[in-house]
């Protein structure tokens, strides 16, 4: 016998028509850049529209990108804001047939053409604050057929076009081309533990699931009564899925474009009424330092709608969890996730019958949460081994979920999947942590060389081959050292060749070229020698231990 249930496709046209009919009033507000003031900083100007015009919008993309001869699958890159227009990219793009990969603004120049050539993308859509960069993309990308700017242009841009211009000229899509629900909708590159960054592409039907089941209450706790500030960048996991999520379930959107800073977010949180917003510690930290000023100086912000800020990217410390909720009366929910996650894997809701803000309510909140329905975790030990679920034993986190990738763009980085002897595929997150009974995952330390920095990711690697490269270096292991603004800077701890020395100073400035300057080690730290492991590679988690604590300034250039 069979189900005789519809075979109905989860799509993204399945929200954008939701967005179109049933919440078309609904508005989305964005922090546009309206010019420069005397020191060159941005001028906000606020842009109000509404789901309906958006979804317009939407369609007139989607039949514009139809009008260009791409095929079903066929790559548009952008490098853009948070904004509606985005939002309309997000939406229309796919709903097209073809796939939004969205690339990082923050990464170095080299590193974006490198993206947009791996990824073949045949279009790309830039944000007018990013035009300069145009020319030189265009040299080096030659599959790049043709580039739409998004906001106005001063003057024109020999191979650019206007996406305005474009989008208005086309009627909306009348009919939706046939889409699978396994067809590619949208593509993040996530950075590789050593070498290049892999490609994510996540389908339409990931899409579809991870929005429903990222809104109930138990999860991030979206519905159609929301204002929705999603700080997190546009171009990393889809914005956490934020804004297909709100969409879905009817939330106002609100944008804050480049505007990242404490008072500039304070401000859009109470002006549009925001009740849920979200973002990396960094952002937190520079948006306390400014309530707590406020408070100070007795002019409080009024945030009373505010019921959540989701924090993840990065672990949120306890003292930031209380912080809020004591000098504020603001509730942070932490929540995990990685770019090849989609990103929802955990929330820290507490069990209920756990007062949140008990000793045991922060303990339980300051980990990384529960999986939300349809994520299964498991700890693996080294050699492959299942780990028990004893809050104790330390283990490779791994995951599967519908949403969860299966492979990497061009087969790269396989080892990252694998099936057990369960018979199912798992992703290996290269996380180390505990999970305890009751399900609750707590994140130990990182298997990857990698650096979280203000929510991006730095190469240790990559550090570490162009420090290498100095003639007066013999050895070099980059590795992360705590910070209170960025969570992590990179420590650069260097042997020198018998009979030289070198500063920080010639360091940094002989890889400046290499670098955006953010990847830049904040700090040098000259020794004898480094500790090796048994197959030959530097022991960076004894190194980690050993320079816990290690503050830049304090010994830069001698032995610690
Ligand atoms: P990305 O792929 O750039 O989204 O980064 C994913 C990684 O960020 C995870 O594998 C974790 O190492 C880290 N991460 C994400 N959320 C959290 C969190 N709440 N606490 C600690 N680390 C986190």
Same mark, same amino acid.
């Given at each position: 016998?069979?189900?005789?249930?519809?075979?109905?496709?989860?799509?993204?046209?399945?929200?954008?028509?939701?967005?179109?009919?049933?919440?078309?009033?609904?508005?989305?507000?964005?922090?546009?850049?309206?010019?420069?003031?005397?020191? +060159?900083?941005?001028?906000?100007?606020?842009?109000?529209?509404?789901?309906?015009?958006?979804?317009?919008?939407?369609?007139? =993309?989607?039949?514009?990108?139809?009008?260009?001869?791409?095929?079903?699958?066929?790559?548009?890159?952008?490098?853009?804001?948070?904004?509606?227009?985005?939002?309309?990219?997000?939406?229309?793009?796919?709903?097209?047939?073809?796939?939004?990969?969205?690339?990082?603004?923050?990464?170095?120049?080299?590193?974006?053409?490198?993206?947009?050539?791996?990824?073949?993308?045949?279009?790309?859509?830039?944000?007018?604050?990013?035009?300069?960069?145009?020319?030189?993309?265009?040299?080096?990308? &030659?599959?790049?057929?043709? *580039?739409?700017?998004?906001?106005?242009?001063?003057?024109?841009?020999?191979?650019?076009?206007?996406?305005?211009?474009?989008?208005?000229?086309?009627?909306?899509?009348?009919?939706?081309?046939?889409?699978?629900?396994?067809?590619?909708?949208?593509?993040?590159?996530?950075?590789?533990?050593?070498?290049?960054?892999?490609?994510?592409?996540?389908?339409?039907?990931?899409?579809?699931?991870?929005?429903?089941?990222?809104?109930?209450?138990?999860?991030?706790? *979206?519905?159609?009564?929301?204002?929705?500030?999603?700080? *997190?960048?546009?171009?990393?996991?889809?914005?956490?899925?934020? $804004?297909?999520?709100?969409?879905?379930?009817?939330?106002?959107?609100?944008?804050?474009?480049?505007?990242?800073? +404490?008072?500039?977010?304070?401000?859009?949180?109470?002006?549009?009424?925001?009740?849920?917003?979200?973002?990396?510690?960094?952002?937190?930290?520079?948006?306390?330092?400014?309530?707590?000023?406020?408070?100070?100086?007795?002019?409080?912000?009024?945030?009373?709608?505010?019921?959540?800020?989701?924090?993840?990217?990065?672990?949120?410390?306890?003292?930031?969890?209380?912080?809020?909720?004591?000098?504020?009366?603001?509730?942070?929910?932490?929540?995990?996730?990685?770019?090849?996650?989609? $990103?929802?894997?955990?929330?820290?809701?507490? &069990?209920?019958?756990?007062?949140?803000?008990?000793?045991?309510?922060?303990? @339980?909140?300051?980990?990384?949460?529960?999986?939300?329905? @349809?994520?299964? @975790?498991?700890?693996?030990?080294?050699?492959?081994?299942?780990?028990?679920?004893?809050?104790?034993?330390?283990?490779?986190?791994?995951?599967?979920? $519908?949403?969860?990738?299966?492979?990497?763009?061009?087969?790269?980085?396989?080892?990252?999947?694998?099936? =057990?002897?369960?018979?199912? =595929?798992?992703?290996?997150? +290269?996380?180390?942590?505990?999970?305890?009974?009751?399900?609750?995952?707590?994140?130990?330390?990182?298997?990857?060389?990698?650096?979280?920095?203000?929510?991006?990711?730095?190469?240790?690697?990559?550090?570490?081959?162009?420090?290498?490269?100095?003639?007066?270096?013999?050895?070099?292991?980059?590795?992360?050292?705590?910070?209170?603004?960025?969570?992590?800077?990179?420590?650069? *701890?260097?042997?020198?060749?018998?009979?030289?020395?070198?500063?920080?100073?010639? =360091?940094?400035?002989?890889?400046? &070229?290499?670098?955006?300057?953010?990847?830049?080690?904040?700090?040098?730290?000259?020794?004898?020698?480094?500790?090796?492991?048994?197959?030959?590679?530097? @022991?960076?988690?004894?190194?980690?231990?050993?320079?816990?604590?290690?503050?830049?300034?304090?010994?830069?250039?001698?032995?610690?």
């Amino acid at each position: 016998m069979q189900g005789n249930m519809m075979d109905v496709q989860l799509t993204i046209p399945t929200i954008l028509e939701r967005m179109r009919t049933q919440y078309a009033g609904r508005e989305v507000v964005s922090l546009m850049v309206a010019g420069r003031d005397e020191k +060159g900083q941005p001028i906000p100007h606020k842009h109000r529209t509404t789901y309906g015009a958006v979804a317009d919008r939407a369609l007139r =993309l989607a039949s514009a990108m139809q009008g260009l001869g791409l095929n079903p699958g066929d790559r548009v890159a952008t490098l853009c804001v948070n904004s509606f227009r985005h939002l309309e990219a997000y939406m229309g793009v796919p709903s097209a047939g073809l796939v939004l990969h969205t690339v990082n603004i923050r990464l170095h120049p080299e590193q974006v053409v490198w993206i947009l050539n791996h990824a073949e993308d045949r279009v790309l859509i830039i944000e007018n604050v990013f035009a300069a960069m145009i020319p030189a993309i265009r040299a080096a990308c &030659p599959q790049i057929e043709r *580039v739409f700017v998004m906001g106005p242009l001063p003057q024109a841009i020999p191979g650019a076009e206007d996406y305005d211009a474009f989008v208005m000229a086309h009627e909306p899509l009348a009919r939706y081309p046939d889409l699978e629900e396994n067809a590619p909708a949208a593509m993040c590159y996530t950075s590789g533990t050593t070498g290049n960054p892999k490609g994510v592409i996540y389908t339409h039907r990931s899409t579809v699931l991870h929005s429903l089941a990222s809104a109930p209450k138990d999860a991030l706790g *979206v519905s159609e009564a929301d204002s929705v500030l999603a700080i *997190v960048p546009m171009f990393h996991v889809n914005a956490w899925g934020l $804004p297909y999520t709100c969409a879905m379930y009817g939330a106002k959107q609100v944008f804050a474009g480049v505007f990242s800073d +404490g008072p500039s977010i304070a401000r859009l949180l109470q002006e549009e009424e925001v009740t849920i917003t979200a973002g990396v510690p960094t952002i937190w930290m520079g948006l306390l330092a400014e309530l707590d000023r406020a408070k100070a100086e007795g002019t409080p912000y009024d945030l009373s709608r505010l019921q959540t800020l989701i924090s993840g990217g990065s672990a949120s410390p306890e003292s930031m969890l209380r912080a809020f909720e004591d000098r504020h009366g603001l509730r942070m929910l932490q929540a995990w996730g990685m770019t090849e996650t989609h $990103p929802l894997g955990t929330a820290s809701n507490v &069990p209920v019958g756990v007062d949140p803000t008990s000793d045991e309510g922060y303990a @339980l909140r300051a980990k990384q949460g529960r999986a939300v329905p @349809l994520v299964e @975790l498991a700890l693996l030990s080294d050699d492959g081994q299942l780990l028990p679920h004893d809050g104790k034993t330390m283990g490779r986190l791994i995951i599967r979920a $519908p949403w969860v990738a299966s492979s990497y763009f061009k087969g790269e980085g396989q080892s990252n999947f694998f099936t =057990l002897d369960d018979g199912k =595929l798992w992703f290996d997150t +290269g996380d180390i942590v505990t999970i305890d009974e009751r399900g609750f995952m707590h994140i130990q330390d990182r298997a990857k060389d990698l650096i979280k920095s203000g929510g991006e990711w730095i190469s240790s690697v990559d550090l570490e081959n162009a420090i290498m490269a100095h003639p007066a270096v013999a050895q070099c292991a980059v590795i992360a050292m705590d910070d209170p603004k960025w969570d992590e800077r990179p420590l650069a *701890v260097v042997v020198p060749r018998p009979g030289q020395t070198v500063s920080h100073e010639e =360091l940094v400035e002989f890889i400046t &070229p290499k670098f955006a300057r953010w990847w830049l080690p904040d700090a040098t730290v000259i020794t004898e020698s480094l500790p090796i492991g048994a197959t030959g590679k530097f @022991l960076k988690r004894e190194l980690r231990d050993q320079y816990r604590g290690y503050k830049a300034g304090s010994q830069a250039t001698s032995d610690a």
